[in-house]
């Protein structure tokens, strides 16, 4: 059974660990968290285990070998996680490797002494600090910013299958259902929307707003109409995704935004607040959530209805030219191996 992937580290990982040698690159991966989906969903355990598991990742790195082309990539995430691989990436360049310390959080959410501490640490030689979010290298131009990797693999041989017949809009959700997603918004717009159904496709990570949710959806009299299909590994994700209509996204804030990028991959229209990489997309790559309310909603929902198979062709289109240009494998790695390079040239 293939194992589903969980979080934006797990999926950048496992698509650079394969584009690596393409480029010309060799990894050795040590692994500094969690390790199963249970894991990464255990909260407080993570928080535990993010300071318990630093020993042996620090012992791995003295030992590498002190060889002139050798760099450390630090991915973390926030919070703890963000403390431990900090420690990591300051430990590196302390041992006189070029170092990348790599954020899949957005740079607002971590601790503020940490975030502090890390951004002292930019414009040192042999030292860099990656956000794949245009916010924070917008608020803090000393950030670099290299969107991330989306596997080629992912639905290689799978393309959206174009609008549904008749009237109904079938949509479907990627993400962990939770409130910051704009789930509750959704469920509240489908009770004044008989023409749409959603499917999610996510983990719980909150069992209290999976009881919520099921509860409000029944509430609503919507239960027919929503489908939480839970957590699928990638290759049913991408024939599931190639199937709606349209992937909606009303989310309140995304360091990057996997589900979108990979939604565009495939050919899937987006729905979507600006946020993450949609940030510096162009008007046409995606439909607009203005704000995350149940009217603006109803209104973007209704306008899709009318119009489904005159727009949503022309968003899958710009969608996936966007991907192709400045998300594909190529132009990421390529900036990728230019920063290694520079940071090469100009050691600790």
Not at 163 to 187: D, Q, Y
Request: proline content about 8%; charged content about 20%; hydrophobic content about 45%.
């Amino acid at each position: 059974m293939v194992e589903p992937r969980i979080g934006g580290v797990a999926v950048w990982t496992q698509a650079f660990l394969a584009a690596a040698p393409r480029f010309g690159l060799t990894v050795s991966l040590i692994r500094i968290g969690p390790r199963t989906p249970a894991e990464i969903l255990g909260l407080r355990p993570r928080i535990i285990r993010a300071f318990r598991d630093t020993l042996g990742p620090l012992a791995q790195l003295v030992s590498l070998p002190k060889q002139p082309e050798t760099l450390v990539h630090v991915c973390t995430s926030g919070g703890p996680g963000f403390v431990r691989g900090l420690s990591l990436a300051m430990m590196a360049r302390a041992l006189g490797a070029p170092t990348v310390l790599h954020l899949h959080s957005k740079a607002t959410t971590l601790w503020g002494w940490s975030r502090s501490l890390a951004q002292r640490m930019v414009g040192r030689p042999g030292w860099a600090m990656v956000s794949p979010c245009a916010e924070d290298t917008q608020a803090d131009p000393a950030l670099v910013k290299i969107p991330n990797l989306v596997s080629p693999d992912f639905g290689a041989d799978v393309h959206w299958s174009g609008p549904s017949s008749g009237n109904e809009l079938r949509l479907g959700f990627v993400g962990w259902l939770i409130p910051e997603k704009g789930i509750f918004e959704m469920a509240q717009a489908l009770a004044r929307l008989p023409l749409v159904r959603l499917t999610l496709f996510g983990p719980t990570i909150r069992p209290e707003v999976d009881r919520e949710f099921h509860e409000i959806c029944r509430d609503l009299g919507i239960e027919d109409r929503v489908r939480v299909a839970g957590l699928l590994d990638a290759s049913r994700l991408a024939f599931e995704l190639s199937q709606v209509d349209a992937l909606v996204s009303p989310s309140r804030g995304e360091s990057f935004g996997y589900a979108v990028a990979e939604a565009m991959k495939l050919g899937v229209p987006v729905i979507s607040t600006r946020t993450g990489l949609l940030v510096e997309a162009p008007a046409d790559a995606f439909f607009p959530i203005r704000e995350v309310s149940v009217d603006e909603l109803v209104h973007v929902l209704e306008t899709l209805i009318e119009k489904k198979h005159e727009l949503l062709p022309l968003i899958s289109a710009s969608g996936r030219q966007y991907f192709e240009q400045r998300l594909s494998e190529g132009p990421i790695m390529e900036q990728w191996v230019r920063l290694y390079e520079r940071l090469l040239a100009s050691p600790p």
